[in-house]
């Protein structure tokens, strides 16, 4: 009989022990990403509602993108709202109603630690993000995208961004109500999305207007994804500068305030 | 037999010396102070608002202690959480699951987090969630939500457990299969905390209970010496009416009093031994007295609360 056979007789002796980290970090990943594909609406606001703008953007002449092929334009700017709708409005949004369902209480029981709970969602916001851009890349392909520039230079910009949005959401999730975090995650989603420079080029604002907007996490991120995608040039530094600040801000003030039930 | 586990920790397996908690102005434990030893099942028993779960949460390193000492297994819970969380297996009163989780893939995602996880299939099995397939959590009944909550606080393989309300709202089959599996936790060698207000949960399963009401311990001990700690209890039979109550009277010890509570019902009141036994059954033989139906009635656990608060229990 080998050691890990429970007693005969004895089902429940006990033989209490921490799986090891990496086994746990990949347990709750795997569970977390099981739990985001089942959900229909996240499914809508991370994957549907990107499509459909970047489709009907490219497509439908209604909204003034400015100078260059308007697919060239708006694939930057929907991979930047693909990271808002992951990082921040669905991981708020999870995370808040988790919270308000004791989840979060109950996890903490277990030996997963807090930080290992913590990574896990990172993960799972950076796998979904992949699964994002590369169903995105493939629609934009087919209506005739042609980036430039590197994808290498992409992955700095997307992990601050991230971090940015992701620490703005668990802020939000940890701080107010479950039904209050549902709502100022979308509504800010949606303003960020009409306003908050991911559709509309900086450059085709007023000076004023834009210089107002650029210190915006959406807009940082979609001025630097247009930078390397539609113009080819290197990693910008003002917006990872700007997204810098707002992942310390966020990432800082969370840890801080985040009240886990 | 030999023992199903060596402990490698010194009883006691909780120890609560003087706890006070208060949230603004409510006290909700007062000074609490009550040890459990390993392997033994104690019973937090009391109405809602007594303090229970304040008690527990803060065993668990949920809640920190305004005053007084915690120690779980000889460990802190607040500062040594990290080395209690593999070692003790908590069930909350409610919720602590994602809503759209099944049943068995939840208890497989907590299995995963253990090194020595039980068998998730046989535990399945012998709480009855094989039939909850793909149903979310959310959409489970409160039975079948109670047994997987249970499930998770012993699927680690834990030395202790924390059950809060683990009956609460079960209908009577599933709540047999909880008493069952506590009492085989007991028997492996698990330590068992749980809070309850069924008195017949307490009676049943408990080594020890402990009465608390307003934030404190006002009894504690095994079911049967709370219940004989007075002694009180009665005698009944039934005989025809009109006996000599007062000859009945005079054969028996001083502190007993003796009633006809019904037309040729019987009542003896007082400390219930042996000997009043063998007092009454004498003088009935003695005059020719058949005592049919003889029943003596020891206090229940709902006379000890009765009589220490002057209110019922729920």
């Known amino acids: ?261 | 037999m030999r023992p199903a586990y060596t402990r490698s920790v010194p009883a006691p397996a909780v120890e609560v010396i003087d706890l006070v908690k208060r949230y603004g102005d409510l006290v909700a434990v007062d000074g609490l102070s009550f040890e459990v030893p390993a392997a033994t099942v104690t019973a937090v028993l009391g109405p809602n608002g007594a303090g229970k779960t304040s008690t527990v949460e803060c065993c668990e390193g949920y809640r920190r202690p305004d005053r007084g000492s915690v120690r779980v297994l000889g460990l802190d819970p607040r500062r040594d959480g990290h080395r209690l969380r593999p070692r003790v297996g908590v069930m909350l009163q409610q919720g602590g699951i994602y809503p759209t989780v099944r049943a068995v893939e939840m208890l497989r995602h907590v299995a995963g987090l253990h090194a020595h996880p039980l068998d998730v299939d046989m535990l399945v099995e012998r709480l009855g969630l094989g039939a909850t397939g793909r149903t979310p959590f959310r959409r489970l009944s409160g039975g079948q939500q109670q047994r997987l909550s249970l499930a998770l606080a012993v699927v680690g393989r834990p030395e202790l457990v924390f059950l809060d309300e683990p009956t609460a709202g079960l209908d009577p089959q599933a709540r047999r299969a909880t008493w069952d599996l506590i009492a085989q936790l007991r028997t492996d060698g698990v330590t068992v905390v749980l809070t309850t207000h069924y008195l017949e949960e307490a009676e049943r399963l408990a080594d020890r209970v402990l009465v608390v009401d307003h934030g404190r311990v006002i009894a504690a001990g095994s079911p049967a010496e709370l219940t004989h700690r007075e002694g009180q209890g009665a005698l009944r039979f039934r005989a025809p009416a009109g006996l000599d109550l007062a000859s009945l009277r005079a054969a028996l010890p001083d502190a007993v009093t003796v009633a006809e509570s019904s037309s040729g019902g019987y009542e003896v009141r007082g400390a219930l031994d042996p000997h009043l036994v063998a007092a009454v059954t004498t003088w009935c033989a003695t005059h020719g007295v058949m005592p049919e139906g003889l029943t003596l009635a020891r206090r229940s656990l709902e006379d000890v609360f009765l009589e220490l608060t002057g209110r019922e229990l729920r």
Do not use: C
């Open chain 1, 1 to 261: 009989m080998s050691r890990t056979d429970p007693v005969p007789d004895h089902p429940f002796a006990p033989r209490p022990g921490a799986a090891g980290v990496p086994q746990m970090l990949a347990r709750q990943t795997s569970l977390e990403l099981r739990l985001l594909l089942r959900n229909g609406e996240q499914l809508l606001i991370t994957l549907v509602i990107p499509i459909l703008v970047l489709v009907g953007v490219s497509l439908v002449h209604a909204v003034d993108v400015g100078s260059g092929r308007r697919i060239d334009v708006v694939t930057p700017g929907v991979f930047s709202l693909a990271v808002l709708s992951t990082a921040f409005t669905s991981l708020a949004i999870a995370t808040g109603f988790e919270r308000r369902y004791g989840v979060l209480k109950r996890l903490g029981a277990t030996p997963l630690p807090r930080w290992g709970l913590i990574a896990a969602k990172s993960a799972t916001v950076l796998v979904v993000e992949l699964g994002q851009l590369l169903v995105l890349a493939g629609v934009a392909s087919s209506l005739g995208w042609s980036p430039r520039g590197s994808w290498l230079e992409l992955v700095p910009l997307l992990l601050v961004g991230t971090a940015a949005f992701s620490g703005l959401g668990l802020l939000m999730a940890g701080t107010l109500r479950a039904e209050a975090t549902l709502a100022a995650a979308n509504l800010v989603w949606l303003l960020l999305l009409a306003g908050g420079g991911i559709i509309v080029p900086l450059s085709r604002l007023p000076a004023g207007v834009a210089a107002g907007l650029s210190v915006l996490p959406s807009a940082a991120l979609t001025e630097g994804m247009r930078a390397v995608l539609q113009h080819g040039s290197g990693l910008p530094a003002g917006p990872l500068v700007v997204l810098a600040v707002w992942a310390l801000l966020g990432v800082g003030t969370a840890s801080v305030a985040f009240r886990w039930e």
